[in-house]
C-alpha cells in the first residue's frame, strides 16, 4: 500500500462517522423529544374523531398484516409498528396522519420513532 493509499485511507476512517456517533446523535435527539413534548403530545381518543377529523386524516394500522386482515379502521393502510421508518415515503407530510393498534403500545413506539426523524403530523389514537 502506498503512503498516498494510506492518508486516503486514514482520512476516510477520521471523516466517515461511526456507529456510536450515530447512536450518540439518534440517542440526543430522542432526549430532547423527550424533555420538550407536552405529556399528552401525538395523542387523540376516540371522542374528538368527529365526522370531519375522519375523513380528513389518514389512519395507519400498526399492527401486523395478520390482525390486520382480521378487521380495521374502514380505509385505514397497514405499516406494521417495525416497518414505519423504512416505509416512511408512504405516511403523508401534508396531513395528520393518527396510528392505531389494539391497545397503544405499537402505535406509540411508531409514533416516537417518527416524531424523533422529524414528522410532526402523528398521533396515536388512545382507547
Same mark, same amino acid.
Given at each position: 500500500m502506498t503512503t498516498c493509499h494510506r492518508l486516503l485511507l486514514l482520512l476516510l476512517l477520521l471523516v466517515t462517522p461511526t456507529s456510536a456517533t450515530a447512536e450518540n446523535a439518534a440517542v440526543k435527539a430522542m !432526549?430532547?423529544?423527550?424533555e420538550f413534548a407536552p405529556y399528552e403530545a401525538g395523542i387523540i381518543v376516540? !371522542? !374528538? /374523531?368527529a365526522t370531519d377529523v375522519f375523513e380528513s386524516v389518514?389512519?395507519? #394500522?400498526?399492527? #401486523?398484516?395478520?390482525q390486520f386482515a382480521k378487521g380495521t379502521i374502514p380505509g385505514?393502510? =397497514?405499516?406494521e409498528?417495525?416497518?414505519? /421508518?423504512?416505509r416512511i415515503g408512504?405516511?403523508?407530510k401534508d396531513k395528520k396522519v393518527i396510528l392505531?393498534? =389494539?391497545t397503544g403500545g405499537l402505535s406509540a413506539k411508531a409514533a416516537f420513532a417518527l416524531r424523533v426523524a422529524g414528522r410532526d403530523n402523528v398521533l396515536v389514537l388512545q382507547t
Amino acid at each position: 500500500m502506498t503512503t498516498c493509499h494510506r492518508l486516503l485511507l486514514l482520512l476516510l476512517l477520521l471523516v466517515t462517522p461511526t456507529s456510536a456517533t450515530a447512536e450518540n446523535a439518534a440517542v440526543k435527539a430522542m !432526549q430532547e423529544y423527550m424533555e420538550f413534548a407536552p405529556y399528552e403530545a401525538g395523542i387523540i381518543v376516540p !371522542q !374528538q /374523531l368527529a365526522t370531519d377529523v375522519f375523513e380528513s386524516v389518514v389512519f395507519i #394500522d400498526t399492527r #401486523d398484516a395478520g390482525q390486520f386482515a382480521k378487521g380495521t379502521i374502514p380505509g385505514a393502510r =397497514n405499516i406494521e409498528w417495525r416497518e414505519v /421508518l423504512t416505509r416512511i415515503g408512504e405516511i403523508p407530510k401534508d396531513k395528520k396522519v393518527i396510528l392505531f393498534c =389494539n391497545t397503544g403500545g405499537l402505535s406509540a413506539k411508531a409514533a416516537f420513532a417518527l416524531r424523533v426523524a422529524g414528522r410532526d403530523n402523528v398521533l396515536v389514537l388512545q382507547t
